[in-house]
């Protein structure tokens, strides 16, 4: 699950990557929308269909009934102002929880208030579901950087990858796809910031 009660951090950004990369992989992958603004279902409307199939799930609707009962993996892509009992709700469906980040001010406080809530949640206190912090939209060499290099070390919640503000994903969600389906010359060094991240999801570390 991808979450932040912040808008624009990511999230839908994040999801819709994370459900191309493990698609790519060969694995069966559904992405579950349950922000009714649709950033990942209308992602998946503009995807080729020469490329791996994705599920989609209108999870605002419908909740998880229809992921198909074969699927790897579930994607959750999460509404922003996400609180209290809504919030407890969401993070049952959720053994894994990315907090995407940006390096500013407001969204640094934003977030610290959100992780303070999101580990207060029974089901991550007793860590029954993990959480890491992703930077999102870093510029190399600004100050506010360092700021949340700092901020998300002190936060005592895992920071696992920063990734660089970047046209490909502009670029790539256009398109339907994801950065790991872009050439190789434009996208390598989003794919080396994303190691990481990938290797996170991947371990055992990231699950419950
Ligand atoms: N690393 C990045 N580089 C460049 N643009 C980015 C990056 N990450 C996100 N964006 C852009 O920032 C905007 C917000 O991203 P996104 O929609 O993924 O955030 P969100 O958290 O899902 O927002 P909301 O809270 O509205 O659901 C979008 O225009 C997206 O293309
Ligand atoms: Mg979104």
Known sequence: ???????????STLATNIASYFANEGAIVALADYDPQRSSLDWLERRPENRPE?????GFKGGLRRVPRNADYVIIDAPAR?????????VKHAETIVVPVLPSTIDMQ???RFL???????KV??????IAAVANRVRDNTLIFDDLD????????PYVAALREAQNYVRAYTR?????ELPEYLAWPDWEEWEPLTAWLRSVRSQP
């Open 125 to 130: 206190s007793r860590k029954q579901a993990k």
């Open 82 to 90: 996400s609180h209290g009992t809504e919030l407890t709700n969401l």
């Open 110 to 112: 934003a977030t610290s």
């Open 150 to 157: 700092e901020y998300l070390t002190k936060a005592r919640v």
């Open 116 to 122: 303070d809530e999101l580990k207060a949640v029974g």
């Open 1 to 11: 699950m991808v979450m932040n009660a912040k808008g624009g951090c990511g999230k």
């Open 54 to 58: 994705i599920h989609a799930v209108a």
């Open 176 to 180: 339907g796809l994801g950065i790991f």
